[in-house]
């Protein structure tokens, strides 16, 4: 794996646990619907993941990510459509998709 690989995969990494530190290690919908501060930060962290993805499988097509294109379409959602995005959708990502992505990405950087 080159540097600029390296890179990629430590960005999605950093920009996960930042997720974490502004949910202030919980998981409550409640507090994340009521700071705007928060959901504002989380959807920024979310576009630095979709873009890093992005990049990375530009490299390396054969990446083991799970969702790789879900994660960048989610990013260009943000970006693009930031009228169409919904906070339940958001939190499905929080809750469903980052744990998974984070230790793919925790695999990948320790090979």
Do not use: C
């Amino acid at each position: 794996m080159d540097e600029r690989q390296k890179k990629f995969l430590t960005d999605i990494l950093v920009s996960i646990e930042a997720i974490d530190s502004y949910l202030q290690g919980k998981r409550d919908f409640n507090y994340y619907l009521q700071n705007k501060m928060v959901r504002r930060s989380v959807e920024r962290e979310i576009e630095i993941i979709g873009e890093a993805t992005n990049r990375l499988l530009k490299l390396r097509p054969d990446i083991r990510i799970t969702s790789g294109s879900k994660i960048v379409d989610q990013r260009n959602l943000i970006i693009h459509a930031y009228d169409a995005v919904n906070s339940e959708m958001i939190w499905a990502v929080i809750t469903r998709h980052l744990p998974t992505l984070k230790n793919e990405v925790e695999q990948l950087l320790t090979e």
